[in-house]
């Protein structure tokens, strides 16, 4: 009888601290850190068109999208909360570009939570490849510049440039700011 007093004495002191070991380890990494928005990301392809989600916390997020073909750098602010956006990648060979030398993939930003506006300008890094242009290879680099598509992948209403863009030839890449949602392609100024 004294045996299986022991017993239960030593099973109901070793009782609670399990479920307090459970209930830590169960609690602690159900949170992806801030800063860290690619952890969700998911891929979807359909034929050429790319799909990717992606988390942005307040204390700002450094999206590498596709790959790095573009990279979307969120600064601290620039959502209130935690944010979810789908990015989707789409080509441009089908459509009627109307004497504007583009390249021929665009991308689309799009808010799945809240507003499609920032609080902060977003900065938008947009890697480039000559030989993949409508019209015919760029003659100078320098004359890259991102433009705001107006359109989808279905029709082309027309472009829009967005203001001051940065080369870095080296990289293959063009920068510049955004404010809003929207779809964005490399254009020949």
Request: proline share 4%; charged share 15%; glycine share 8%.
């Amino acid at each position: 009888m004294k045996a299986t007093f022991t017993t239960s004495v030593i099973a109901n002191c070793f009782f609670p601290v399990i479920m307090m070991i459970l209930a830590v380890t169960c609690t602690s990494c159900s949170e992806n850190l801030p800063g860290n928005g690619i952890d969700e990301e998911v891929t979807y392809e359909n034929g050429n068109i790319i799909t990717e989600f992606f988390k942005v916390y307040p204390g700002g997020t450094t999206i590498h999208a596709f790959g790095g073909d573009v990279i979307l750098d969120f600064p601290r602010g620039t959502v209130p909360t935690m944010t979810r956006y789908s990015i989707v990648s789409f080509p441009l060979e089908q459509l009627e570009m109307r004497g504007n030398n583009v390249m021929m993939r665009a991308f689309s930003l799009t808010n799945i939570t809240n507003q499609n506006t920032f609080a902060n300008p977003v900065e938008v890094i947009m890697r480039y490849d000559l030989c993949k242009f409508n019209m015919c290879q760029p003659g100078e680099e320098s004359d890259l510049a991102i433009f705001q598509y107006i359109g989808d992948r279905h029709a082309f209403h027309k472009i829009e440039a967005l203001g001051e863009c940065c080369m870095n030839c080296s990289c293959k890449t063009v920068s510049g700011c955004i404010d809003e949602c929207g779809s964005f392609v490399l254009v020949e100024i």
